[in-house]
């Protein structure tokens, strides 16, 4: 089943932060994240395995709550190159190999 | 320079045609992907595969087929069964790790049916 990411979309000023979430209904081994500037490639940002993990990627970090099947990605400071679209994947099974994208986030930098 | 190559980039086709689009990697990556994008709804599995020889469907295979002969290669075939093909679609190939590893996408290859 496909996460539900929140919110669908942020417009932000420079410097900012923000929180984009993403939840699903069932028990979860891993969670990728992803960003996508329009036009492009989506690209890796991190993984978080089961176990609570955070990491952190720049200014950009996110934590990894198993129990209650979410994540959150957390960006500091936001810089324009931030500004894209930003889709969370779930692994549910380990082993599988399948990664689920949620519908995407939408997010604006303005100066 | 390692990477994934889609082509063609931009494909018209008319109803009721089938059309290929090829996924060509050079990372010795033993997983690929391939994932559908329309606007607003992110991207959807449409097949993988793990091995060479071997794939398993996706959320949305309906009207598409693959195949898996060599491991740098992996096309998508969307047959006329597809009843709105009409989409970006995106290539991915990954690592093998226990679980999903960093996928690595092609640039994309958008088919418009007219």
């Known amino acids: 089943q496909q996460p539900v990411q929140s919110p669908q979309a942020v417009i932000l000023r420079e410097g900012e932060d923000a929180v984009i979430n993403c939840s699903s209904s069932?028990?979860?081994?891993?969670v990728h994240w992803y960003r996508q500037k329009h036009g492009e490639a989506p690209v890796f940002l991190m993984i978080l395995l089961k176990g609570g993990e955070q990491k952190g990627h720049e200014k950009i970090s996110a934590s990894f709550n198993e129990k209650k099947q979410q994540s959150s990605l957390y960006l500091t400071a936001s810089q324009l190159s931030y500004s894209g679209t930003y889709f969370c994947?779930?692994?549910?099974?380990?082993?599988?190999?399948?990664?689920?994208f949620g519908q995407g986030t939408r997010l604006t930098i303005n100066p | 320079d390692g990477g994934i190559t889609q082509s063609p980039k931009y494909l018209f086709r008319k109803e009721g045609q089938n059309v290929t689009l090829s996924c060509e990697q050079n990372l010795n990556h033993d997983a690929m992907y391939w994932y559908r994008q329309d606007p607003g709804q992110g991207l959807r599995l449409i097949y993988y595969?793990?091995?060479?020889?071997?794939?398993q469907k996706g959320d949305i295979a309906e009207g598409y087929s693959v195949s898996r002969e060599k491991k740098e290669s992996f096309p998508l075939t969307v047959t006329s069964a597809q009843k709105n093909p009409t989409a970006f679609y995106l290539c991915?190939?990954?690592?093998?790790?226990?679980?999903?590893?960093?996928?690595?996408f092609g640039e994309g290859s958008r088919l418009t049916v007219l």
């Open positions: 595969s793990q091995i060479v020889n071997d794939f």
């Open positions: 991915a190939s990954s690592p093998w790790t226990v679980g999903a590893g960093e996928l690595f």
């Open positions: 069932k028990a979860l081994y891993s």
């Open positions: 994947g779930t692994e549910g099974d380990q082993g599988a190999q399948k990664l689920v």
